[in-house]
């Protein structure tokens, strides 16, 4: 390894191109450019080995060039980079930053360990973040009762946040208990992870029967497990419902994992599956001054095939257009779906109580109520939607404000 040349002695590590806080778990050992100096071959105390691009470095360097340091985001694009650039020496700083200089002139670029071993995509290395939680699939068997936390105190308390959310990104649903019983709660809980999403029925929505029509569940009809809002081009990905006032009798709640329900599917009717993801089904919301409509498949697959959203709701199913040789297989695959999400083994039933506040990802957990007797006792659900990426976004802040509150008291 060799000595940068117009390299400084430092004593603290550089910023990186984010405000994340990264553990050092291994120090830089030594830096050495291979294949002409468009590569640099790390190797690690704990003996691993990273082989990173220059271009790829030079892309993510974090002096004032190539970043804006009060906004930690890019001044230059690709093309500010030389298409030949190359590393001409590296060496590791007294602070353990790992210094690199260029080819292409100007001064030497400081990384931070940390974030270099964080970012490695060496070895299809990727790193820990909760988009990558896998999730576990559950029936009416294997879990009777959504994953519940304390709530009494969710307006303040980051753990039970953490806890509570984590658990919609692995089971799609989990709910809070002893949730102040107040008008808008729902929404104050909601914006501790992220923005509402207003739509036509409004920034929070009351089902109950005295919210007049406008949707079936404003009336005291049972719901067959559905998703809201298919009818938009992005299905919200949150929807939470706060019981205010419970019936204790009826009206009871009933939940399916549609991750599950697809994957039954595909292992005992593959025409069906096949069906199911392909075929556009129309749904329309039927309103006196909205108009939204969309086509989409009722499971959608992501690049390696699994799962990602499901959309069924069988009171807003527009009439079916697609070529006249598909529609009875489509028809076909659809009873299949329903007659699955109606099915016992598959339906986590439970009895809202009052102060309980359900989370659920509104794009996997299909949601259905019982009917119920509005004359013999009030059933006030408040319910707001907003999005699966405030939710991560919200657990990876919980995440950093962990790790600096470390490294602080580390540093005391
Ligand atoms: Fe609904």
């Keep these: 390894m060799s000595t940068a040349p117009g390299s400084k002695r430092h004593t603290d590590l550089p910023p990186t191109p984010d405000f994340d806080v990264y553990e050092i778990t291994a120090r830089i050992e030594s830096g050495e450019p291979v294949q002409g100096g468009r590569v640099l071959r790390l190797t690690w105390s ?3 080995v990273s082989n990173l691009h220059a271009v790829w470095l030079r892309d993510n360097a974090s002096d004032a060039a190539n970043l804006n ?8 694009d690709v093309t500010a980079i030389a298409s030949d650039i190359q590393i001409t020496s590296a060496e590791v700083d007294d602070a353990g930053a ?10 030497a670029s400081r990384f ?54 984590r658990a919609i990104v692995v089971y799609g649903i989990a709910r809070l208990t002893g949730v102040t019983n107040e008008d808008g709660m729902v929404a104050r809980v909601t914006e501790r992870i992220g923005p509402v ?47 205010l006032e419970a019936s204790s009798e009826d009206g009871h709640a009933r939940y399916v994992d549609g991750y599950k329900l697809c994957e039954r599917i595909r292992v005992h009717d593959p025409l069906a599956f096949e069906s199911l993801t392909t075929t556009l089904w129309p749904t329309s919301n039927r309103a006196v001054d909205t108009d939204y409509r969309w086509r989409a498949p009722v499971i959608h697959l992501d690049r390696n095939g699994r799962v990602d959203e499901v959309r069924a709701t069988p009171f ?30 598959q339906q986590m039933k439970f009895a809202y109580r009052q102060g309980d506040l359900v989370g659920m990802d509104n794009r996997r957990v299909l949601h259905g109520r019982d009917a119920y007797d509005p ?38």
Excluded at 69 to 76: D, G, I, Q, V
Excluded at 114 to 123: C, E, I, Q
Excluded at 325 to 335: F, M, N, P, T
Aim: aromatic share 8%.
């Design 112 to 165: 931070h360990p940390g974030w270099l071993r964080h970012h490695d995509y060496t070895n299809d290395h990727r790193a820990a973040d909760p988009a990558e939680i896998a999730p576990i699939l559950w029936d009416a068997v294997t879990m009777r009762e959504p994953p519940t936390f304390d709530g009494s105190d969710i307006l303040e308390n980051d753990e039970t946040l953490g806890d509570w959310l």
């Design 197 to 243: 999403r207003t739509t036509n029925f409004g920034r929070v929505f009351n089902v109950m029967v005295k919210s007049g029509p406008g949707s079936n569940a404003y009336t005291a009809l049972p719901l067959t497990p559905h998703t809201d809002l298919p009818t938009r081009e992005y299905q919200p990905g949150l929807q939470f419902l706060h019981c």
């Design 375 to 412: 004359s013999r006792e009030n059933r006030w659900l408040q319910g707001c939607y907003s999005e699966r990426e405030e939710l991560l976004s919200r657990l990876r802040i919980l995440e950093r404000n962990k790790l600096h509150r470390q490294s602080q008291s580390k540093s005391e």
């Design 98 to 107: 790992l210094v690199v200089t260029w080819s292409v002139g100007g001064p």
């Design 316 to 345: 807003l199913r527009a009439p079916l257009d697609v070529p006249f040789d598909q529609v009875e297989e489509a028809y076909r695959a659809l009873r299949l779906f329903f007659e699955m999400a109606t099915d016992v083994k």
């Design 46 to 48: 704990d003996g691993h």
């Design 69 to 76: 340091l009060e906004t930690r985001e890019a001044r230059t």
